[in-house]
């Protein structure tokens, strides 16, 4: 075949990398790889001027190994995926996320709450105990999961309030999880968080191996996560893989009070036409990220070539902002916006928390890159939340004429 057609077959989006840098090129090619389909296309051949097909051509149905990657089943299953806690603010979105990518009954939800209808017309959803280990087991075993993203956890300001509860959740239920998926040779996903520094930590930038030291239960629960997971990865072989997250937005979920929530609830005030009042000091610098960039490194990571994973933790992140700068950004859109600052216990948890984040390992390994920055994630914001408006006045407007 011509150089010219080979090139031509691949997809747009690797065409369009061209001309960018070798090791950003190469990055997105095994992304790309990690995904693409072992079925050849049937050849066609031109007889006569014309294109005709020629049936019955091809290779093994299932996909194996790519660059590293285990994405399917010999038998062409796609991989089976335990997303525990998903009923949080990440859980839901990677779910939708990854049933795109495998299949609606190739990713199961669970969490210890009652769902919605909506959540259960979406796909599989089962309740899950991560403190019951035979719970987990049946489930493994049931559902045949390959890959576990284990979400369940007591944040940083809510695990200050209940010290036991947290060590409970964040701490046995992370042995439960190593030890399954030790047990059933999964691929493990651990978040973990800008939270997992102290004041010890630099701050401005926070690089990937540094020491940490966090103050809080959450924190400490996390590098205790990062800790054991590489730890199993060493001693056991484990596939375990670890982001820590910045502070993440999202429109799809209200703000729990958590140290970085002020920067959701600001957009819903805006929206609402309310008084913005903010728990951190103006020029509170801290890292942050849009979900849609959240959800896709976390993917990315998933399914990047175990070779490129120098590190089994890395920082991720997208843009680092202050509650001043984010005020100045959302009043480009509404600028009658009225905002307090009143400090509370939340900004002794912040100013322990890195300003900046180093992600350089990450974009350096695997090709990780964000695409929201705070303006394009203020109009992405603002649009979410206007057609929620629209939906939900819908909603209420057929219920009335019913």
């Known amino acids: 075949m ?6 031509n077959s691949l997809p747009q989006q690797i065409r369009n990398l061209m001309s ?11 992304m790309w790889l990690a995904t693409a389909s072992d079925q050849l296309p049937a050849p066609r051949l031109r007889v006569g001027g014309v294109l005709r097909g020629v049936t019955g051509v091809g290779v093994g149905a299932g ?3 790519v660059g590293g990657v285990r994405h399917f089943h010999p038998d062409g299953d796609p991989p089976r995926i335990l997303i525990t806690g998903g009923l949080g603010q990440l859980g839901t979105g990677l779910a939708k996320l990854l049933r795109e990518k495998y299949g609606t009954n190739s990713v199961i939800l669970s969490d210890i709450v009652k769902p919605t209808k909506d959540i259960v017309n979406s796909g599989p959803y089962v309740f899950a105990d991560i403190l019951d280990f035979k719970n987990l087991q049946e489930i493994v075993v049931t559902y045949r999961i390959d890959w576990l993203v284990h979400f369940s956890a007591l944040l940083s300001a809510i695990g200050e309030q209940n010290v036991p509860l947290a060590i409970r959740v964040n701490i046995e239920g992370m042995h439960n999880i190593m030890e399954l998926s030790k047990q059933y040779n999964l ?3 651990v978040p973990s968080t800008i939270g997992a520094f102290g004041p010890d930590s630099p701050r401005n930038p926070t690089p990937n191996l540094t020491i940490q030291r966090p103050r809080t239960i959450y924190g400490v629960s ?3 996560a990062e800790l054991l997971g590489e730890y199993y990865h060493h001693r056991f072989g484990l596939d375990f893989r670890c982001l820590r997250f910045p502070g993440v937005i999202s429109s799809d979920t209200q703000p729990g009070g958590g140290t970085t929530d002020y920067a959701v609830q600001i957009f819903h005030d805006a929206m609402e036409g309310r008084e913005f009042e903010c728990y951190l000091r103006p020029n509170t610098r801290l890292p942050m990220m849009y979900i849609d960039d959240c959800l896709r490194s976390l993917w990315e990571m998933l399914v990047a070539p175990s070779e490129r ?6 920082n991720v992140t997208a843009m680092s902002f202050t509650p001043e700068e984010v005020v100045a950004a959302v009043r480009q859109h509404f600028p009658d916006l009225v905002v307090t600052y009143r400090p509370d216990s939340r900004q002794n948890i912040a100013d322990t928390w890195p300003e900046v984040f180093d992600d350089s390992e990450a974009r350096g390994d695997w090709g990780w890159r964000h695409h929201y920055d705070l303006p394009a994630m203020c109009q992405i914001m603002f649009d979410n939340l206007r057609r929620q408006q ?5 909603q209420v407007k057929a219920h009335s004429a019913s």
Not at 21 to 29: G, I, S, T
Not at 309 to 314: G, S
Request: proline share 5%; hydrophobic share 30%.
């Open 63 to 65: 996909r194996t190994r």
């Open 2 to 7: 011509p150089q010219t057609h080979l090139f």
């Open 309 to 314: 994973l120098r590190q089994r933790t890395y």
């Open 187 to 189: 691929r493990v996903f």
């Open 222 to 224: 996390k590098v205790h």
């Open 390 to 394: 629209e939906h939900d006045a819908a």
């Open 20 to 30: 960018t840098a070798p090791d950003c090129f190469k990055n997105q090619l095994d």
